[in-house]
């Protein structure tokens, strides 16, 4: 510790946490989340804190091991550890079910069962992030193109979504290595955020392929143009660019859902070849700093369509107004 210049009086405290944590290692056992569900401070309405866990002793650590030893309580610590995890910079942001399907879950007042709970706070992996749809969807919506080149979809593979110099083709920038996090901005509501390795640098230049924007297929003609949640997909190498089918992301889809519109954005959603299929890719428009928030622009007809005055307060508006 003289090595580190760490000072006589400043070490006492380094012990009890060292103390402490063998101590809450020894109570939460390999429910490693565990300390985040505790509060640090008496609170209604139970009135206990984490001075009351760290007293117990002998049959009370036996009682309480018995306690814990339910798969609720391991799924709500398997989500307070990606917590401390994240928040400890230890591994990549992660991100829960509920961030995507139902992003106002800390202001939720009714009843939720267990077993819907666990299911929300849920980690989504990679695979899980990027919506799949059906077999038949896809051959229905080829069939309409048969012998016109590549047919019509997203470019969907189990695992990672593969964004590389290999997956896209060869006049595309690869993706970028780090993915954006799902962030509450204020009164937008939740949005993407960019991250680059280090803080300070660019997330992404002007041009990258920043990710996959992935959802359910429909046909071309599902649903009204500019209607909420629905993008639609062209496809450039046949005569006139047609649009081929829609991509609902109203359900399960993949993370670039929670794009927000500034009238300034740093995106846009383009189709490009990937792996002899077209995918929506998000495109960076512009240089993406570490920390900004990723948008995109709705565009003047899609925000009169929805009722939303077009000038640049609607950067602004709450995220709920055009997303739910």
């Known amino acids: 510790m003289n090595k580190f210049g760490w000072k006589e009086a400043e070490r006492p405290r380094f012990f009890q946490y060292l ?15 565990l300390p985040s569900l505790i509060p640090p401070k008496a609170e209604a309405a139970y009135g206990v804190s984490a001075s009351d866990y760290l007293s ?29 995890y994240m928040a400890r910079g230890s591994r990549h942001d992660a991100v829960f079910v509920w961030e995507e399907s139902q992003p106002q879950l800390h202001a939720w007042d009714s009843y939720m069962t267990e077993a819907t709970l666990l299911d929300m706070i849920r980690g989504l992996t990679r695979a899980t992030k990027t919506a799949s749809t059906t077999r038949e969807s896809l051959q229905r919506l080829s069939s309409r193109h048969a012998g016109q080149g590549t047919g019509p979809g997203l470019w969907i593979r189990s695992g990672s979504l593969c964004l590389t ?11 970028a290595a780090v993915a954006p996090q799902i962030k509450s901005f204020g009164k937008q509501g939740i949005g993407l955020q960019a991250l680059a390795t280090h803080e300070g640098d660019l997330a992404y230049r002007k041009g990258d392929i920043i990710g996959q924007l992935t959802g359910r297929l429909v046909p071309r003609d599902s649903h009204p ?7 639609e997909m062209r496809q450039f190498d046949l005569d006139g660019e047609p649009i081929v089918c829609q991509i609902d992301v109203g359900g399960p889809a993949s993370t670039f859902r929670n794009l927000n519109h500034s009238c300034r954005s740093s995106t846009r959603f383009i189709p490009r070849r990937a792996s002899g299929r077209w995918i929506m890719a998000v495109e960076a428009t512009r240089d993406v700093r570490h920390g900004e928030q990723i948008t995109i622009n709705f ?18 508006v709450p995220t709920w107004e055009y997303k739910n």
């Open 19 to 33: 103390r402490q944590g063998r101590s809450w290692r020894s109570i939460c056992q390999e429910h490693v989340g």
């Open 56 to 84: 117990m002793k002998g049959g009370e650590l036996d009682t309480f091991a018995q306690m814990i030893d339910d798969p609720f309580v391991a799924g709500l610590a398997a989500a307070a550890a990606a917590f401390q």
């Open 299 to 316: 565009g003047k007809a899609f925000l009169r369509n929805q009722g939303i005055r077009y000038d640049c307060e609607v950067c602004h």
């Open 165 to 175: 110099s290999n997956a896209i083709s060869a006049s595309t920038p690869a993706a």
């Open 225 to 231: 143009y500019n209607s909420l949640w629905i993008v």
